[in-house]
């Protein structure tokens, strides 16, 4: 990462968030051994969530693994279950409810790199992203059936373009796919050698990075508001989006920087 000597790290339960001085936080998730999803890890996205939205430094995401973890998330952790009765699992499940829309709705891009199996609920986080890059033996499943669950991520799958018997099959089965399995179904951004992974991520992150952070939140926040609309729908939302900028000081910077010749210096935060 570029300027690591400056950079700042902030720990939210099994996440370290590190904010480097270009802008680009990477969000690596370390629960050993699996990186399981418990209670504690909705709790703590829900902090990352709000700790994002508060600084102005951070404009695009890398969301990763540690390095040399078994998986990049190994699904939900089935301990939470061990013993649970309906009104428990109906308020995990509420509490739960709440968290994914708005990481969903973050107003800062989020780049999966996934270089390890995502499990379950680490496939629908993969999906909640909004680009993914995947090691190319990355495995992906939801085997919630094999656990007498049912998974939830039907929708959000179909949202993000996976083919209806596709994701059938998978939710179904239980089976396991590699990214290269699934690279036809347009997933995935890109589907790479586990070692060039992170690094595409990165430098995505950083050409995101070096724009105006008012048009990245305004274009994260149309890109939520597309589901239920239609493509006209979200073209005139995208437009009064762009329109309410000029008011900014970077409104027009892009514009007066590419007829000067120049790179543009943006300066709003």
Same mark, same amino acid.
């Given at each position: 990462?570029?300027?690591?000597?400056?950079?700042?790290?902030?720990?939210?339960?099994?996440?370290?968030?590190?904010?480097?001085?270009?802008?680009?936080?990477?969000?690596?998730?370390?629960?050993?051994?699996?990186?399981?999803?418990?209670?504690?890890?909705?709790?703590? +996205?829900?902090?990352?969530?709000?700790?994002?939205?508060?600084?102005?430094? +951070?404009?695009?995401?890398? =969301?990763?693994?540690?390095?040399?973890?078994?998986? =990049?998330?190994?699904?939900?952790?089935?301990?939470?279950?061990?013993?649970?009765?309906?009104?428990?699992? /109906?308020?995990?499940?509420?509490? #739960?409810?709440?968290?994914?829309?708005?990481?969903?709705?973050?107003?800062? *891009?989020?780049?999966?790199?996934?270089?390890?199996?995502?499990?379950?609920?680490?496939?629908?986080?993969?999906?909640?992203?909004?680009?993914? #890059?995947?090691?190319?033996?990355? +495995?992906?499943?939801?085997?919630?059936?094999?656990?007498?669950?049912?998974?939830?991520?039907?929708?959000?799958?179909?949202?993000?373009?996976? *083919?209806?018997? /596709?994701?059938?099959?998978?939710?179904?089965?239980?089976?396991?796919?590699?990214?290269?399995?699934?690279?036809?179904?347009?997933?995935?951004?890109?589907?790479? *050698?586990?070692?060039?992974?992170?690094?595409?991520?990165?430098? #995505?992150?950083?050409? +995101?990075?070096?724009?105006?952070?008012?048009?990245?939140?305004?274009? /994260?926040?149309?890109?939520?508001?597309?589901?239920?609309?239609? =493509?006209?729908?979200?073209?005139?939302?995208? !437009?009064?989006?762009?329109?309410?900028?000029?008011?900014?000081?970077?409104?027009?910077?892009?514009?007066?920087?590419?007829?000067?010749?120049?790179? *543009?210096?943006? !300066?709003?935060?």
């Amino acid at each position: 990462m570029a300027d690591t000597d400056k950079a700042r790290q902030h720990v939210f339960g099994a996440f370290v968030l590190t904010v480097a001085a270009d802008g680009v936080a990477t969000l690596v998730f370390d629960r050993p051994p699996v990186n399981a999803v418990s209670i504690d890890v909705y709790e703590a +996205i829900g902090r990352i969530v709000d700790h994002i939205e508060s600084d102005n430094a +951070i404009r695009a995401v890398v =969301w990763t693994a540690a390095e040399g973890a078994r998986t =990049w998330c190994g699904g939900a952790d089935l301990h939470d279950f061990d013993g649970i009765d309906v009104a428990g699992r /109906k308020a995990r499940y509420a509490f #739960i409810n709440e968290v994914l829309p708005r990481f969903y709705r973050l107003d800062r *891009p989020v780049i999966a790199a996934v270089c390890g199996p995502a499990i379950g609920i680490g496939m629908i986080f993969t999906a909640l992203c909004d680009m993914r #890059i995947a090691a190319e033996d990355a +495995i992906f499943a939801c085997p919630e059936i094999d656990y007498g669950l049912v998974a939830g991520g039907a929708g959000l799958f179909a949202h993000v373009g996976i *083919p209806e018997a /596709k994701v059938r099959e998978m939710l179904f089965t239980g089976v396991r796919f590699t990214a290269r399995d699934l690279e036809p179904t347009g997933f995935f951004n890109y589907v790479l *050698p586990r070692e060039d992974v992170v690094p595409r991520a990165l430098e #995505i992150a950083r050409r +995101i990075a070096a724009k105006s952070l008012p048009s990245i939140r305004a274009r /994260k926040v149309a890109s939520a508001r597309l589901e239920g609309m239609t =493509w006209t729908e979200a073209y005139l939302d995208a !437009q009064q989006l762009s329109a309410g900028l000029t008011a900014g000081s970077d409104g027009g910077e892009g514009v007066r920087a590419f007829l000067a010749g120049r790179d *543009p210096n943006y !300066q709003d935060r």
